[in-house]
Protein backbone atom coordinates (compact mmCIF):
# COMPACT_ATOMS: atom_id res chain seq x y z
CA UNK A 1 0.00 0.00 0.00
CA UNK A 2 1.39 3.70 -0.66
CA UNK A 3 2.39 5.72 2.40
CA UNK A 4 0.27 8.53 3.04
CA UNK A 5 2.36 11.43 3.11
CA UNK A 6 1.81 14.44 5.84
CA UNK A 7 -0.02 17.54 4.18
CA UNK A 8 3.37 20.16 4.64
CA UNK A 9 4.31 17.39 1.02
CA UNK A 10 1.28 17.64 -0.31
CA UNK A 11 -0.46 21.32 -0.39
CA UNK A 12 1.33 24.14 0.15
CA UNK A 13 0.95 26.15 3.13
CA UNK A 14 -2.13 23.87 4.60
CA UNK A 15 -2.67 20.70 6.24
CA UNK A 16 -5.73 20.17 3.84
CA UNK A 17 -6.39 20.03 0.46
CA UNK A 18 -8.19 23.39 0.22
CA UNK A 19 -10.04 24.67 -2.80
CA UNK A 20 -7.29 27.37 -3.33
CA UNK A 21 -4.60 24.82 -3.51
CA UNK A 22 -6.76 22.51 -6.38
CA UNK A 23 -7.51 25.91 -8.65
CA UNK A 24 -4.11 27.25 -8.83
CA UNK A 25 -2.55 23.77 -9.24
CA UNK A 26 -5.38 23.61 -12.57
CA UNK A 27 -5.55 27.61 -13.82
CA UNK A 28 -1.96 28.32 -12.32
CA UNK A 29 -3.31 31.09 -10.37
CA UNK A 30 -6.12 32.72 -7.87
CA UNK A 31 -9.49 31.60 -8.99
CA UNK A 32 -12.12 34.44 -7.71
CA UNK A 33 -15.76 33.20 -6.86
CA UNK A 34 -18.70 35.43 -8.16
CA UNK A 35 -22.44 34.96 -6.78
CA UNK A 36 -25.27 34.71 -9.32
CA UNK A 37 -28.45 35.33 -9.11
CA UNK A 38 -30.81 33.35 -11.38
CA UNK A 39 -33.70 34.52 -10.41
CA UNK A 40 -34.97 30.97 -9.28
CA UNK A 41 -37.34 29.63 -6.15
CA UNK A 42 -37.58 26.50 -4.99
CA UNK A 43 -39.75 23.58 -4.37
CA UNK A 44 -39.45 24.13 -0.75
CA UNK A 45 -41.04 27.33 -0.89
CA UNK A 46 -43.65 27.60 -3.14
CA UNK A 47 -45.64 25.15 -2.18
CA UNK A 48 -44.77 21.65 -3.98
CA UNK A 49 -42.86 20.50 -1.33
CA UNK A 50 -43.58 23.16 1.69
CA UNK A 51 -44.43 26.69 1.93
CA UNK A 52 -41.27 28.00 4.51
CA UNK A 53 -38.25 26.56 2.80
CA UNK A 54 -35.54 24.90 5.00
CA UNK A 55 -35.15 26.35 8.97
CA UNK A 56 -32.09 27.75 8.39
CA UNK A 57 -32.87 29.57 5.08
CA UNK A 58 -33.03 33.20 4.62
CA UNK A 59 -34.94 35.55 2.84
CA UNK A 60 -32.21 35.47 0.16
CA UNK A 61 -32.09 31.95 -0.40
CA UNK A 62 -28.39 31.21 1.36
CA UNK A 63 -27.53 33.94 -1.66
CA UNK A 64 -27.29 36.71 0.60
CA UNK A 65 -24.23 38.48 -1.68
CA UNK A 66 -25.68 38.14 -5.04
CA UNK A 67 -26.88 40.87 -7.20
CA UNK A 68 -30.38 41.67 -8.14
CA UNK A 69 -31.77 38.73 -10.34
CA UNK A 70 -33.43 41.64 -12.46
CA UNK A 71 -30.02 42.16 -13.95
CA UNK A 72 -28.85 40.04 -16.63
CA UNK A 73 -25.83 37.61 -15.82
CA UNK A 74 -23.77 39.48 -17.51
CA UNK A 75 -24.21 42.36 -15.71
CA UNK A 76 -24.36 39.98 -12.82
CA UNK A 77 -20.57 38.89 -13.39
CA UNK A 78 -19.89 42.95 -13.50
CA UNK A 79 -21.48 43.83 -10.63
CA UNK A 80 -19.64 40.81 -8.50
CA UNK A 81 -16.70 41.48 -10.00
CA UNK A 82 -17.05 45.22 -9.10
CA UNK A 83 -17.10 44.05 -5.49
CA UNK A 84 -13.85 41.96 -4.99
CA UNK A 85 -12.24 44.44 -7.28
CA UNK A 86 -10.75 46.16 -3.75
CA UNK A 87 -8.78 42.56 -3.10
CA UNK A 88 -7.38 42.22 -6.15
CA UNK A 89 -4.71 45.09 -6.72
CA UNK A 90 -5.90 46.12 -10.09
CA UNK A 91 -4.98 43.09 -11.70
CA UNK A 92 -5.99 42.68 -14.86
CA UNK A 93 -5.76 39.01 -15.40
CA UNK A 94 -8.32 37.49 -12.95
CA UNK A 95 -10.76 34.62 -13.67
CA UNK A 96 -13.71 33.76 -11.93
CA UNK A 97 -16.06 30.81 -10.96
CA UNK A 98 -19.96 32.00 -11.91
CA UNK A 99 -21.05 30.62 -8.85
CA UNK A 100 -25.46 30.38 -8.86
CA UNK A 101 -26.13 30.33 -5.11
CA UNK A 102 -29.61 31.47 -4.14
CA UNK A 103 -32.46 29.50 -3.72
CA UNK A 104 -32.72 25.90 -6.35
CA UNK A 105 -30.62 26.90 -9.29
CA UNK A 106 -31.81 23.78 -11.76
CA UNK A 107 -35.46 24.56 -10.51
CA UNK A 108 -37.14 26.34 -13.83
CA UNK A 109 -37.65 25.02 -17.78
CA UNK A 110 -34.49 23.56 -19.00
CA UNK A 111 -34.71 26.62 -21.82
CA UNK A 112 -34.26 29.20 -18.84
CA UNK A 113 -31.33 27.12 -17.31
CA UNK A 114 -29.96 26.71 -20.68
CA UNK A 115 -30.06 30.51 -21.47
CA UNK A 116 -28.63 31.99 -18.36
CA UNK A 117 -25.95 29.11 -17.86
CA UNK A 118 -24.64 29.18 -21.23
CA UNK A 119 -24.07 33.13 -20.60
CA UNK A 120 -22.57 32.77 -17.50
CA UNK A 121 -20.16 29.68 -19.61
CA UNK A 122 -19.32 32.13 -22.59
CA UNK A 123 -18.18 34.74 -20.39
CA UNK A 124 -14.20 34.82 -21.41
CA UNK A 125 -13.51 35.60 -17.75
CA UNK A 126 -14.95 32.45 -16.23
CA UNK A 127 -13.33 29.39 -16.04
CA UNK A 128 -16.27 27.07 -14.82
CA UNK A 129 -19.75 26.97 -13.35
CA UNK A 130 -20.83 26.46 -9.91
CA UNK A 131 -24.28 25.67 -9.46
CA UNK A 132 -26.22 24.97 -5.89
CA UNK A 133 -29.53 22.82 -5.74
CA UNK A 134 -31.29 20.09 -4.29
CA UNK A 135 -30.89 16.52 -5.54
CA UNK A 136 -34.81 16.14 -6.04
CA UNK A 137 -34.46 18.78 -8.92
CA UNK A 138 -31.94 17.24 -11.21
CA UNK A 139 -34.11 15.24 -13.43
CA UNK A 140 -33.41 14.00 -16.92
CA UNK A 141 -33.79 16.81 -18.93
CA UNK A 142 -31.29 18.53 -16.77
CA UNK A 143 -29.00 16.26 -16.38
CA UNK A 144 -28.48 15.97 -20.05
CA UNK A 145 -28.38 20.02 -20.26
CA UNK A 146 -25.65 20.20 -17.72
CA UNK A 147 -23.77 17.19 -19.24
CA UNK A 148 -23.87 19.19 -22.31
CA UNK A 149 -22.40 22.44 -20.74
CA UNK A 150 -19.91 20.70 -19.34
CA UNK A 151 -18.05 19.92 -22.57
CA UNK A 152 -18.04 23.88 -23.18
CA UNK A 153 -16.47 24.69 -19.40
CA UNK A 154 -16.19 22.64 -16.68
CA UNK A 155 -19.37 22.55 -14.23
CA UNK A 156 -19.80 21.52 -10.73
CA UNK A 157 -22.82 20.77 -8.96
CA UNK A 158 -23.50 21.60 -5.44
CA UNK A 159 -26.06 19.81 -3.33
CA UNK A 160 -27.29 20.60 -0.18
CA UNK A 161 -27.40 17.70 2.13
CA UNK A 162 -26.44 18.95 5.58
CA UNK A 163 -26.69 15.78 7.62
CA UNK A 164 -27.45 12.07 6.80
CA UNK A 165 -29.49 11.62 9.93
CA UNK A 166 -33.26 11.45 9.49
CA UNK A 167 -34.38 12.99 12.48
CA UNK A 168 -32.63 16.30 11.92
CA UNK A 169 -33.17 16.54 8.42
CA UNK A 170 -36.96 16.54 9.30
CA UNK A 171 -35.91 19.29 12.14
CA UNK A 172 -34.73 21.30 9.71
CA UNK A 173 -36.81 20.85 6.84
CA UNK A 174 -35.23 19.18 4.40
CA UNK A 175 -37.69 18.01 2.27
CA UNK A 176 -36.00 14.49 0.18
CA UNK A 177 -34.68 11.41 1.70
CA UNK A 178 -31.02 9.78 1.91
CA UNK A 179 -32.00 7.94 -1.28
CA UNK A 180 -32.55 10.65 -3.65
CA UNK A 181 -29.25 12.58 -2.46
CA UNK A 182 -27.92 8.92 -3.06
CA UNK A 183 -29.54 8.67 -6.89
CA UNK A 184 -28.91 12.29 -7.47
CA UNK A 185 -24.87 11.77 -6.56
CA UNK A 186 -24.63 8.38 -8.70
CA UNK A 187 -26.42 9.97 -11.92
CA UNK A 188 -23.80 12.99 -11.28
CA UNK A 189 -20.75 10.91 -11.03
CA UNK A 190 -21.94 8.57 -14.01
CA UNK A 191 -22.12 11.93 -16.55
CA UNK A 192 -18.75 12.75 -14.98
CA UNK A 193 -20.13 16.17 -13.37
CA UNK A 194 -17.98 16.70 -10.08
CA UNK A 195 -20.34 16.82 -7.07
CA UNK A 196 -19.71 19.18 -3.85
CA UNK A 197 -21.92 18.20 -0.80
CA UNK A 198 -22.61 21.03 1.94
CA UNK A 199 -22.62 19.39 5.65
CA UNK A 200 -23.65 21.54 8.31
CA UNK A 201 -21.88 21.21 11.58
CA UNK A 202 -23.81 22.10 14.95
CA UNK A 203 -27.54 21.27 14.09
CA UNK A 204 -29.48 21.57 17.30
CA UNK A 205 -29.97 18.21 18.78
CA UNK A 206 -26.78 16.78 16.96
CA UNK A 207 -23.93 15.16 18.80
CA UNK A 208 -20.48 15.10 17.58
CA UNK A 209 -20.68 11.59 17.14
CA UNK A 210 -23.64 11.96 14.39
CA UNK A 211 -21.84 14.82 12.39
CA UNK A 212 -19.01 12.46 11.93
CA UNK A 213 -20.84 10.05 11.22
CA UNK A 214 -22.34 12.19 8.48
CA UNK A 215 -18.80 12.66 7.31
CA UNK A 216 -17.81 9.11 7.66
CA UNK A 217 -20.68 8.54 5.09
CA UNK A 218 -19.85 10.77 2.48
CA UNK A 219 -16.32 9.73 2.50
CA UNK A 220 -17.80 6.55 0.96
CA UNK A 221 -19.43 8.49 -1.63
CA UNK A 222 -17.93 9.13 -5.46
CA UNK A 223 -17.98 13.39 -4.72
CA UNK A 224 -15.03 15.58 -5.01
CA UNK A 225 -15.60 18.44 -2.94
CA UNK A 226 -17.46 19.24 0.29
CA UNK A 227 -18.12 22.32 2.24
CA UNK A 228 -17.89 22.05 5.90
CA UNK A 229 -20.00 25.15 6.96
CA UNK A 230 -21.31 25.73 10.59
CA UNK A 231 -24.64 26.37 11.56
CA UNK A 232 -25.44 30.27 11.34
CA UNK A 233 -28.51 31.33 13.32
CA UNK A 234 -30.34 34.39 11.32
CA UNK A 235 -32.91 36.87 11.77
CA UNK A 236 -35.99 36.77 10.05
CA UNK A 237 -35.65 32.45 9.53
CA UNK A 238 -37.51 30.27 11.79
CA UNK A 239 -34.60 29.09 13.34
CA UNK A 240 -33.42 32.33 14.75
CA UNK A 241 -37.11 32.67 15.63
CA UNK A 242 -36.46 29.31 17.90
CA UNK A 243 -33.63 30.85 19.21
CA UNK A 244 -34.77 34.20 20.19
CA UNK A 245 -37.49 32.62 21.85
CA UNK A 246 -35.55 30.56 24.06
CA UNK A 247 -36.01 27.24 22.54
CA UNK A 248 -33.16 26.78 21.02
CA UNK A 249 -29.80 28.08 23.83
CA UNK A 250 -26.51 26.17 22.64
CA UNK A 251 -24.50 26.92 19.44
CA UNK A 252 -20.86 25.62 19.31
CA UNK A 253 -18.20 27.20 20.98
CA UNK A 254 -14.85 28.34 18.72
CA UNK A 255 -13.27 25.41 20.62
CA UNK A 256 -15.34 23.12 19.73
CA UNK A 257 -16.45 23.82 16.19
CA UNK A 258 -11.99 23.98 15.98
CA UNK A 259 -12.11 20.14 17.06
CA UNK A 260 -14.78 19.22 14.88
CA UNK A 261 -13.71 20.20 11.80
CA UNK A 262 -10.19 19.16 12.54
CA UNK A 263 -11.39 15.46 13.40
CA UNK A 264 -14.02 15.73 9.84
CA UNK A 265 -11.20 16.63 7.99
CA UNK A 266 -8.90 13.63 9.52
CA UNK A 267 -11.97 11.17 8.24
CA UNK A 268 -11.39 12.98 4.81
CA UNK A 269 -9.85 10.87 1.96
CA UNK A 270 -7.53 12.92 0.78
CA UNK A 271 -8.43 13.66 -2.79
CA UNK A 272 -11.62 14.77 -1.52
CA UNK A 273 -11.49 19.18 -2.07
CA UNK A 274 -11.63 21.30 0.71
CA UNK A 275 -14.14 23.91 -0.34
CA UNK A 276 -15.11 25.86 2.97
CA UNK A 277 -14.31 24.83 6.91
CA UNK A 278 -16.87 27.85 8.16
CA UNK A 279 -18.50 30.36 6.38
CA UNK A 280 -20.25 33.69 5.87
CA UNK A 281 -23.54 34.77 7.76
CA UNK A 282 -23.95 38.13 6.82
CA UNK A 283 -23.52 40.37 9.77
CA UNK A 284 -26.59 42.19 9.60
CA UNK A 285 -29.00 39.45 9.86
CA UNK A 286 -26.29 37.38 12.36
CA UNK A 287 -27.82 35.75 15.85
CA UNK A 288 -25.53 33.86 16.85
CA UNK A 289 -22.55 32.02 17.22
CA UNK A 290 -21.04 35.65 17.16
CA UNK A 291 -17.63 34.52 17.30
CA UNK A 292 -18.31 33.25 13.41
CA UNK A 293 -18.03 36.64 12.51
CA UNK A 294 -14.46 37.01 12.85
CA UNK A 295 -13.47 34.21 9.76
CA UNK A 296 -10.06 35.14 9.74
CA UNK A 297 -9.51 33.98 13.53
CA UNK A 298 -11.65 30.76 13.03
CA UNK A 299 -9.50 30.25 9.60
CA UNK A 300 -6.20 30.72 11.81
CA UNK A 301 -6.98 28.68 14.51
CA UNK A 302 -7.88 26.13 12.92
CA UNK A 303 -4.17 26.26 11.02
CA UNK A 304 -2.48 26.50 13.85
CA UNK A 305 -4.19 23.54 15.90
CA UNK A 306 -3.71 20.97 13.18
CA UNK A 307 -0.18 22.06 13.04
CA UNK A 308 0.02 21.94 17.07
CA UNK A 309 -1.46 18.49 16.70
CA UNK A 310 0.61 17.43 13.77
CA UNK A 311 -2.89 16.25 11.82
CA UNK A 312 -3.64 16.65 8.28
CA UNK A 313 -6.84 15.45 6.15
CA UNK A 314 -7.07 11.49 5.85
CA UNK A 315 -4.80 11.05 8.76
CA UNK A 316 -7.87 8.79 10.20
CA UNK A 317 -9.43 7.84 6.91
CA UNK A 318 -10.45 4.35 6.54
CA UNK A 319 -13.25 4.78 3.67
CA UNK A 320 -13.21 4.02 0.28
CA UNK A 321 -15.10 5.19 -2.87
CA UNK A 322 -18.53 2.86 -3.42
CA UNK A 323 -18.94 1.36 -6.64
CA UNK A 324 -21.79 2.68 -8.01
CA UNK A 325 -23.86 -0.91 -7.99
CA UNK A 326 -23.77 0.74 -3.86
CA UNK A 327 -24.39 3.66 -3.83
CA UNK A 328 -28.01 4.04 -3.04
CA UNK A 329 -27.92 1.60 -0.37
CA UNK A 330 -26.07 3.35 2.51
CA UNK A 331 -23.31 1.20 2.76
CA UNK A 332 -20.10 2.83 3.86
CA UNK A 333 -16.88 0.45 2.54
CA UNK A 334 -13.59 0.42 4.46
CA UNK A 335 -10.41 -0.03 2.97
CA UNK A 336 -6.86 0.61 4.16
CA UNK A 337 -5.46 3.50 6.20
CA UNK A 338 -5.39 7.27 5.72
CA UNK A 339 -7.71 8.05 3.23
CA UNK A 340 -5.00 5.77 0.34
CA UNK A 341 -7.85 3.35 -1.54
Known amino acids: MEEVKPAREMWGDK ?3 SLDYELKKIYGQKIYKLSLNGGMSCPNRDGTIGRCGCIFC ?53 SYLEKIFTEA ?13 RPDCLGEEVLTLLAGLNKIKPIWVELGLQTMHPKSAKF ?16 LHALGIPVIVHSILGLPGETREEMLQTIDYLAGLPIQGIKLQLLHI ?22 EYIDIVISCLERLPQNIVIHRITGDGPGRLLLAPLWSKNKKLV ?5 KQMKTRDTWQGKE ?15 IGKRGEGGVP
Open 299 to 303: LNSIH
Open 121 to 133: LLHPEIVLLSIAT
Open 58 to 110: SEGGSGDFASSPLRSITEQIADAKALIAPKLSGRKDCRYIAYFQAYTNTYAPV
Open 15 to 17: RYH
Open 317 to 331: CKSFILSESKIGKSE
Open 234 to 255: LKGTDLGDLYESGKIKDTLPLD
Open 172 to 187: IRRGYPLSCFEEAVAN
